[in-house]
């Protein structure tokens, strides 16, 4: 099985920064991509940022303001967030492709980490 660790998040003033970190774990294989979701209350998950080994893709709400970066070694993945603003405040969950042998990859989700901007 695999599992997906969430950590980060918390509170944070407008204007401020917050990093999300996601460990993955358990019988991989290969890891095909990696990102992050948020769901804000009464909204629909949406995508925020994703990794492969040779590309990233933002959000256009987030694009310059957040980064996403992967460590394959550690089979982890970051998302810095910076000049945060209310309307970041969500739920942020965790997601990655994995596939546990050498057939069709599954999606997995982390459990999701709350991260609230407010002064």
């Known amino acids: 099985q695999v599992q997906l660790v969430e950590s980060g998040g918390g509170l944070v003033q407008p204007g401020g920064s917050l990093g999300l970190s996601c460990a993955a774990s358990g019988s991989i294989f290969r890891i095909y991509v990696m990102g992050w979701y948020r769901q804000a209350p009464g909204k629909q998950r949406e995508l925020v940022a994703k990794i492969t080994n040779g590309s990233s893709n933002y959000a256009d709400s987030v694009k310059g303001r957040f980064t996403i970066s992967r460590d394959n070694a550690k089979n982890t993945v970051y998302l810095q967030m910076n000049s945060l603003n209310p309307e970041d405040t969500a739920v942020y969950y965790c997601?990655?492709?994995?596939?546990?042998?050498?057939?069709?990859?599954?999606?997995?989700w982390g459990q999701g980490t709350q991260v609230t901007v407010s002064s």
């Open positions: 997601n990655a492709v994995i596939a546990t042998r050498p057939t069709i990859p599954k999606n997995y």
